[in-house]
C-alpha cells in the first residue's frame, strides 16, 4: 500500500455497547409472586441494564470517506458524510472517520499509539513463535493458518495474532493483531480481510477494530466498542493526479452530516438492525433535550483553543493572558478556517495589557 498509487471509498460504522461482567453473577430467575425474599436479591439495576442492552447500543455512528494515495506518502482522505447518535452536527468528529489501515509487512507497526515490531520483518523467527494452526483449501490454493506471539524469554514490545497465508502469491489473506501485553485499562484487537483487486494485487476489503475498557464496569456490564470499516470502489495503481492529494491529509469541505436514509442505504453492506435504529431515534432525542451538540462544540474548542463559528474562528487563547511585562492581558483573536481555504489561513488579534497600559 505504500508502493502503489490507489482510491477507494469506504464506509465506517463504530457501535458501543456492553456485556455482562462474568465477576458479576445475578439470579433473575423470578420466583412465585409471594416470594418476596428471592425477588429481592434480583438486582434492579443490572436488570435495567441489560433490558437496555438488549434494545440498544450506548453510541453509533456512520461515515463515508475518499481516499487518493501517490507513493511513497501523499495522500489526502476526503470526509463525505457522518451520522453520529444524539448530534445534529457531527463535524467536530470529522477525524474519527480517517480509515486506519495497517500493513502487517511493517517493521514497527502502530496500534493504539504504541509501535509493536512486526512479525514478518527480516530475522522475526527469533523474536516471534510461529506454529501451523490450520489449513484451508479455496480452489486450486491452500490458505495457511499460522498464530504468532513473543517467545518466551524475549524481551520487545510484540503482537500477538492469527496469519492467513495464501498459496496465491504467498500473500496474507487475512490478518489479526493485538498486542501481547494489553494495558489492564484498555486494549484494542485488529482484523484485515485482503482480497485481489483487478485480479493482480492484494488489498484490504474489510478492517474490523475491537475496543476494550479494561478498567470500566457499569451496573455489572463491561463496555466495549466494535468499528468495522468496508473499501469499495477500489483502484489499484490508478492515475491520481497531484491536485487529489495537495491539502491536508484529511479535508471535510463537502461534509454532509444531512443525508438521507436512501444514501446510506446505497453505502451500507447490511441495513441497519432494530437496536441500530432505536439507538438513533433514543440518543438523537435526548441529544436535542440536553443540548449535545453545544456542549461537544465547547470541548472541541477548549480541546483546539479555536471556536468555529462559521467561517471564523474565535482564538481562545487571545482572549485572556498574563505575562510579567503586561500583566493581565485582555483580547481578541480571529482566524478563517477551512471553510474558506485549506491551504492558508488569515487572521489577526488585538489586546490591551493592564499593566503597560498598552494596546
Do not use: C
Amino acid at each position: 500500500m505504500r508502493q502503489r498509487s490507489y482510491r477507494y471509498t469506504s464506509y465506517s460504522k463504530t457501535v458501543f455497547t456492553a456485556e455482562m461482567d462474568t465477576a458479576v453473577t445475578v439470579d433473575t430467575t423470578m420466583a412465585a409472586v409471594n416470594d418476596t425474599v428471592r425477588t429481592a436479591d434480583v438486582d434492579s439495576s443490572v436488570l435495567e441494564m441489560r433490558r437496555f442492552m438488549e434494545e440498544q447500543y450506548l453510541f453509533l455512528m456512520e461515515s463515508a470517506t475518499r481516499k487518493s494515495f501517490i507513493p511513497p506518502a501523499a495522500e489526502r482522505e476526503e470526509v463525505l458524510a457522518m451520522r453520529v447518535s444524539g448530534l445534529k452536527d457531527p463535524s467536530f468528529l470529522a477525524l474519527a472517520a480517517q480509515t486506519r489501515t495497517f500493513s502487517i509487512y511493517e517493521p514497527q507497526i502502530g496500534i493504539d499509539q504504541k509501535r509493536y515490531l512486526g512479525p514478518l520483518v527480516p530475522g522475526s523467527t527469533k523474536k516471534y513463535l510461529f506454529l501451523i494452526e490450520d489449513t484451508l483449501y479455496q480452489g486450486s490454493d491452500s490458505v495457511f493458518i499460522i498464530s504468532y506471539k513473543p517467545r518466551k524469554r524475549t524481551n520487545f514490545t510484540g503482537l500477538k495474532g492469527l496469519l492467513y497465508i495464501n498459496t496465491d502469491g504467498y500473500a496474507v489473506q487475512h490478518v489479526t493483531a493485538e498486542a501481547a501485553d494489553p494495558d489492564d485499562g484498555a486494549s484494542i484487537r485488529f482484523q484485515q480481510l485482503h482480497e485481489r483487486v483487478a485480479g493482480h494485487a492484494w488489498f484490504p476489503v474489510q478492517i474490523n477494530a475491537f475496543i476494550y475498557l479494561n478498567s470500566i464496569v457499569i451496573n455489572g456490564f463491561k463496555p466495549y466498542g466494535v468499528t468495522r470499516t468496508y473499501l469499495k470502489n477500489i483502484e489499484v495503481d490508478a492515475e491520481v493526479q497531484r491536485r487529489e492529494v495537495r491539502g491536508p491529509a484529511i479535508v471535510m469541505d463537502r461534509l454532509n452530516t444531512r443525508h438521507d436514509e436512501a444514501y446510506w442505504q446505497a453505502l451500507r453492506t447490511d441495513s441497519l438492525d432494530a437496536k441500530a435504529v432505536r439507538t438513533y431515534q433514543v440518543i438523537d432525542s435526548l441529544g436535542a433535550a440536553e443540548g449535545f451538540d453545544r456542549k461537544v462544540k465547547w470541548f472541541a474548542a477548549l480541546m483546539t483553543g479555536r471556536l468555529p463559528v462559521g467561517p471564523i474562528d474565535l482564538l481562545l487563547d487571545k482572549v485572556l493572558r498574563y505575562n510579567g511585562y503586561e500583566g493581565l492581558r485582555l483580547g481578541m483573536g480571529l482566524s478563517t478556517n477551512d471553510r474558506v481555504s485549506r491551504y492558508v489561513r488569515w487572521g489577526g488579534h488585538v489586546g490591551y495589557g493592564l499593566r503597560d497600559e498598552a494596546w
